[in-house]
């Protein structure tokens, strides 16, 4: 069993910073692809990016690409997301996700391991 905590949200403006923090239990975190994910109001819940194993690849969603940088941490047992240039459409509900398979299936969201509870980010004009 692994269990995500996130942490980091806030309320900023438009063109700030935030950066999100995953930490998880457990000894196994490195056995795990990581990923975060988001859910506006209203709508599905979508991928934003992902992290292999060793942290050495990643996989972005095209609407963060550029701004988003996500990084993991195994002696830590956490996962980061840093959100650069935040635009009002970022406003959501941001979880942390944990995938024993590879990073690159996580965008479709069908072997996802377990999920965190989500951190709020609301981005105002």
């Known amino acids: 069993q692994v269990q995500l905590v996130e942490s980091g949200g806030g309320l900023v403006q438009a063109g700030a910073s935030l950066r999100l923090s995953c930490a998880a239990s457990?000894?196994?975190?490195?056995?795990?692809?990581m990923g975060w994910f988001r859910q506006a109001p209203g709508k599905a819940r979508e991928f934003v990016a992902a992290?292999?194993?060793?942290?050495?690849?990643?996989d972005y969603a095209d609407s963060v690409k550029g701004r988003f940088t996500i990084s993991r941490d195994n002696a830590k047992n956490t996962v980061y997301l840093q959100m650069n240039s935040l635009k009002l459409d970022d406003t959501a509900l941001y979880y942390c996700?944990?995938?024993?398979?590879?990073?690159?299936?996580?965008?479709?969201?069908?072997?996802?391991?377990?999920w965190g509870q989500g951190t709020q980010v609301t981005v105002s004009s």
């Open positions: 996700a944990a995938d024993r398979g590879t990073y690159l299936t996580m965008r479709v969201m069908k072997s996802i391991d377990y």
């Open positions: 457990g000894r196994t975190f490195s056995l795990y692809a």
């Open positions: 992290i292999s194993r060793s942290g050495s690849s990643t």
